[in-house]
């Protein structure tokens, strides 16, 4: 814990105590007994707030408009989810809380309320939609794990070093991400790690966004204008990622403009640009919008995957009976054969690794909360009121872990869990009870291309490498980041299986 937070913490303390002597505000003890956590034990942060949820019915309301002039409602209830996210999620937005707290994105359409939303989805999403954009996506996946991933493994295996899968992961993610989406290769995975100023400058953003959303506006605005704390290295990374993404625009339109885009190969970028003109609409040209959508398709697609994928090998390294039933289902639908690299339709034949990735997205939701704020009065299913003043937050870790939903067995690892009995099928659970990927208009449009992704990298890697996790001095825990990151990262040692 750095100066700043210790400072913090003993203000609060002393505040907390001389209006509780002096009855300056209501005594809210579900607050009370978060605060050491937010501060001292930050990685125990969702399990305290799943406790404190599990002993009040689901949802609890946390006091703190005396201070910040909102109150925050947390539910983990799948009545409350549904009314918020489908039934009625015209009256609940993103908010202006959570676009000040990403205002780095600038004019990213995620940021945008409902209507506006709906208007510029059909021109930012339409690449899903595209038979090239997939035939690219897979090209990209295999180029990246042929060129970049099975090097550097087979390399650390020669060298018997300790990996950390975090740090390979999101090189990864990185580097396919931005090929997809720019066509530009950042070669953040390569022997050695060699440095990544983006990548550190994305993982910057990241913890500053989690530190606004849990910090009072006015508390890291103070930061910010002081310079201390997180908020002092976001001028620096905003100013990196900002210049890289512009840089990644304007080589793309000089190209058009210039009629030299070579070759079939997708990218987004370029199908905006084409798109754009095609629509005659001068806005979706703008330098400002197509940067933000690219910073969007960046962190959406890198950051999340490459998080679950080190979750995921955490809970096979300690659940040997599931990790045995996953290779034994590579083993029936590969060929023996050193660096294979799987086709589509391999992949869909691996129903058990599916069912273990969405098994660790349940206990480790790389989302863990999903945040609103209603725009006028409404009454939840659970019978609490909230107002504009009131800040939502619908906490996906917690939902993960209750049993009632998932019943008394919640926190063990059980993949079969998600396997249709029978038919050899995936099981279909509503979103109303497993948020990993959202739900209602907002939803993750990524789902299907990151399991395509998570599934090629970890049947690759388990095809042709044994991982073992170091077991000593590693503690691992989530970090405090606005994706659940595994805070040390996730060490382990890689030989290869075909020497
Ligand atoms: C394990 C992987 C992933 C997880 C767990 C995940 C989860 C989520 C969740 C929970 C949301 C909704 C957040 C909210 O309602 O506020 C979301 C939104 C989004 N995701 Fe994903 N995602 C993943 C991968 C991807 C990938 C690979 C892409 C794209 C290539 C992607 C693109 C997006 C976009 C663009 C949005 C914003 C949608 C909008 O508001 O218009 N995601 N994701």
């Given at each position: 814990m750095g100066y700043t937070e210790i400072f913090v913490t003993i203000i609060l303390a002393l505040l907390l105590f001389l209006a509780?002597?002096?009855?300056l505000f209501p005594w809210n003890w579900p607050l009370i007994k978060l605060v050491p956590t937010l501060y001292l034990k930050s990685h125990e942060l969702y399990d305290k707030i799943t406790q404190i949820l599990t002993e009040n019915n689901s949802?609890?309301?946390?006091?703190?408009?005396?201070?910040?002039?909102?109150?925050?409602l947390v539910t983990s209830d799948p009545a409350n989810v549904q009314h918020i996210l489908n039934s009625r999620y015209s009256i609940y937005q993103r908010g202006s809380e959570f676009r000040k707290a990403f205002d780095f994105f600038g004019n990213a359409i995620f940021l945008k309320d409902i209507e506006e939303w709906k208007e510029e989805k059909k021109f930012t999403h339409a690449f899903y939609k595209e038979n090239q954009f997939h035939k690219t996506y897979f090209k990209v996946i295999h180029q990246t794990l042929e060129k970049s991933l099975i090097p550097v493994l087979d390399h650390m295996s020669l060298q018997s070093q300790v990996l950390d899968m975090q740090i390979l992961f999101n090189r990864y993610m990185?580097?396919?991400?931005?090929l997809l989406v720019t066509g530009s290769d950042p070669?953040?995975?390569?022997?050695?790690?060699?440095?990544?100023?983006?990548?550190?400058?994305?993982?910057?953003?990241?913890?500053?966004?989690f530190c606004r959303h849990i910090l009072p506006e006015r508390v890291w605005k103070l930061q910010r204008w002081l310079g201390i704390g997180k908020e002092k290295k976001t001028a620096k990374a905003c100013n990196i990622l900002n210049q890289t993404i512009a840089d990644y625009v304007y080589e793309k339109q000089e190209l058009a403009a210039m009629n030299q885009e070579n070759g079939d190969d997708f990218d987004v970028l370029?199908?905006?640009?084409?798109?754009?003109?095609?629509?005659?609409?001068?806005k979706y040209t703008e330098k400002g919008f197509l940067a933000a959508n690219v910073m969007t398709l960046?962190?959406?697609?890198?950051?999340?995957?490459a998080a679950l994928l080190t979750w995921f090998f955490y809970l096979i390294s300690r659940n040997p009976l599931a990790e045995k039933k996953i290779l034994a289902e590579i083993r029936q639908n590969f060929p023996p054969r050193k660096h294979f690299l799987p086709s589509a339709e391999e992949l869909s034949k691996l129903l058990y690794l599916h069912c273990a990735l969405c098994e660790s997205l349940r206990l480790f939701p790389t989302t863990p909360v999903v945040i609103r704020e209603p725009i006028k009065e409404d009454v939840l299913p659970s019978g609490h009121r909230v107002d504009e003043n009131t800040k939502v937050i619908l906490c996906s870790y917690a939902m993960g872990r209750m049993p009632e939903i998932w019943g008394e067995d919640c926190k063990e690892f059980k993949p079969e869990r998600w396997m249709l009995a029978g038919k050899g099928g995936i099981k279909h659970v509503g979103s109303n009870r497993f948020l990993g990927f959202g739900s209602g208009p907002w939803a993750c449009p990524g789902k299907e291309l990151a399991f395509t992704r998570m599934k090629a990298v970890a049947a690759t890697i388990l095809h042709n490498f044994n991982v073992e996790v170091v077991p000593a001095g590693q503690t691992v825990c989530p970090g405090v980041s606005a994706v659940l990151t595994v805070k040390h990262g996730l060490k382990a040692i890689v030989s290869s299986k075909w020497i």
């Open positions: 509780h002597q002096n009855r949802t609890i309301v946390f006091k703190t408009s005396w201070f910040t002039k909102t109150d925050i990185l580097d396919t991400t931005c070669g953040s995975l390569r022997i050695g790690f060699p440095k990544s100023p983006l990548l550190d400058a994305m993982d910057d953003m990241a913890e500053i966004v370029k199908f905006y640009l084409s798109k754009a003109v095609t629509k005659g609409s001068m960046l962190y959406a697609g890198r950051d999340t995957s």
